[in-house]
């Protein structure tokens, strides 16, 4: 079973960076895909930006272009998300998710894409991330 633990986030001013960290548990290396979502208060669940690991696409919903960046670190075994320019509207709870499927790694893109939810069967715990104005 894949486990996902998110960190990195805090409370920062607009205009300032972070970077989120999700360290997934994967002795196996099964997962294909991985993806940023977020929820704020009173709000449904909205995807990010997601990375294929086969193919190294990257997907960005259009809110965060050019501002956040996703990557990964083979070796760690671990995701990234850099954030700069912090907007207030940035403020959720951040979490990542994964998949081991193909198919559902399409799923999990086209979310990231739409700026949707994603029904994964692999969530992290979350880390929450406050931008002030």
């Known amino acids: 079973q894949v486990q996902l633990v998110e960190s990195g986030g805090d409370s920062v001013q607009a205009g300032g960076s972070l970077r989120l960290s999700c360290a997934a548990s994967?002795?196996?290396?099964?997962?294909?895909?991985m993806g940023w979502f977020r929820q704020a208060p009173g709000k449904e669940r909205e995807g990010v930006a997601a990375l294929s690991f086969g193919s190294g696409n990257t997907i960005y919903t259009d809110s965060v272009k050019g501002r956040f960046d996703i990557s990964r670190d083979n070796a760690k075994k671990t995701l990234y998300l850099q954030m700069n320019s912090l907007r207030p509207e940035d403020t959720a709870m951040y979490y990542c998710?994964?998949?081991?499927?193909?198919?559902?790694?399409?799923?999990?893109?086209?979310?990231?894409?739409?700026?949707?939810?994603?029904?994964?069967?692999?969530w992290g715990q979350g880390t929450q991330v406050t931008v002030s104005s």
């Open positions: 998710a994964a998949s081991t499927m193909p198919l559902r790694c399409r799923d999990l893109l086209a979310a990231v894409a739409r700026g949707g939810d994603y029904e994964s069967a692999v």
């Open positions: 994967d002795s196996n290396d099964r997962i294909k895909c």
